[in-house]
């Protein structure tokens, strides 16, 4: 039971982590997170985090009213490691993030600088690939007790990877269009 203390006070300094973050950055021009992760579809961290203290009341209610099933509670903790992982990531990434096109200025930015991003997109989804190479070793390597947890793992990273691609996708397109219209821009 000390872990789960453990976590509500892991929770609570989230909480103020996310707030602070949500004051310094603001809100994002998309959902942070999958709707599968969070039900919420929030553009700032906090809902995110209020969301994951829920899951965490639902396991302990459910607990000490005795209705919690061995299926349900494998359901619910999986869930709940997975949004804490989710949190703790994009917090550890702020200054990444913080690199990351900003939606209103998109389309003028200095095709130099779609380059740049470009670049770093590039660099992200090498890093991503590895990433879902390795967690794809740990699920055939692991027991079948860990299975579940490492297959979770590997679909939130599957899921970042799509994003990354499809946000290159975007900045190629971009690029694409930008040279179309003004010819001179071209540095081949």
């Known amino acids: 039971m000390s872990t789960f203390n453990d976590i509500a006070d892991k929770l609570d300094g989230l909480s103020k982590q996310a707030a602070q973050r949500d004051r310094i ?16 579809r929030a553009r700032l961290l906090v809902p995110c985090v209020t ?8 396991i302990m209610r459910e607990q000490q009213a005795k209705r919690l099933t061995q299926l349900r509670a494998e ?3 999986q869930l709940l490691l997975a949004q804490l992982e ?8 702020q200054n990444i993030r913080h ?3 900003k939606h209103r200025s998109y389309y003028r930015k200095p095709i130099s600088e779609l380059y740049q991003d470009l ?11 590895d ?13 079948s007790f860990e299975r579940a947890q490492t297959q979770k ?8 990877l799509e994003r990354c691609q499809a946000a290159k996708l975007k900045i190629e397109k971009q690029i694409t269009y930008r040279e179309r219209q003004n010819p001179s821009n071209d540095y081949s």
């Open 153 to 160: 793992e590997l679909l939130v990273v599957e899921q970042r």
């Open 51 to 58: 969301e994951t203290k829920s899951t965490y009341q639902s």
């Open 131 to 143: 990433l879902v190479l390795q967690k794809n070793n740990q699920v055939n390597s692991c027991s």
């Open 86 to 93: 989710a949190i703790q990531r994009e917090l550890a990434t």
């Open 119 to 129: 670049s770093q997109h590039q660099e992200w989804e090498m890093r991503l690939r």
């Open 75 to 77: 359901h619910l903790t």
């Open 25 to 40: 950055k603001g809100e994002h021009h998309q959902a942070l997170f999958d709707e599968h992760l969070f039900k919420c």
């Open 99 to 101: 690199n990351e096109i």
